[in-house]
Nanobody
C-alpha cells in the first residue's frame, strides 16, 4: 500500500511559479516511477509529467514542456513538480501517482496509487 499526499498548490498570477510536492509512505517508493496528472474543471484527467524510479528518465505533456520540471528525492520519499510561467489554462487539481512499473509512463492505467490532489489556480 502506498499513501500519497500532495502539497504546494494555491493561487498564483499568470507568469508566476509554484512547486508541488508529493510525500509517499512506502518502502518501495524508490522502485517505481511517479507521475503528476491534472483535472481541469469539466475535463478529463490529463497526464502532466512522469519520472523513472531513479530519476534518470522523465516525460512531459507537450503543453508543459519547457515550463514544468519533475524531480524526486528517493532518500526522502518525495517527488516534486516545479511549475514556471504558469498560464490560466494550467488551472486544475493536480494529482500525484505511483506507477506499477519502474520507467516513466504517461498512461494513467499504469498507476495504481493516487493522492487526493491539490488545487492550482492561475489568474489572468
Amino acid at each position: 500500500q502506498v499513501h500519497l499526499v500532495e502539497s504546494g498548490g494555491g493561487l498564483v498570477q499568470a507568469g508566476g511559479s509554484l512547486r508541488l510536492s508529493c510525500s509517499a509512505s512506502a518502502r518501495t517508493f524508490s522502485n517505481v516511477a511517479m507521475g503528476w496528472f491534472r483535472r481541469a474543471p469539466g475535463k478529463d484527467r490529463d497526464f502532466v509529467s512522469s519520472i523513472s524510479y531513479t530519476g534518470g528518465g522523465t516525460d512531459y505533456a507537450d503543453s508543459v514542456k519547457g515550463r514544468f520540471t519533475i524531480s524526486r528525492d528517493n532518500a526522502k520519499n518525495m517527488v516534486y513538480l516545479q511549475m514556471n510561467s504558469l498560464k490560466p489554462e494550467d488551472t486544475a487539481v493536480y494529482y500525484c501517482a505511483a506507477s506499477k512499473f519502474a520507467l516513466e509512463t504517461s498512461l494513467s492505467r499504469e498507476y495504481d496509487y493516487w493522492g487526493q490532489g491539490t488545487q492550482v489556480t492561475v489568474s489572468s
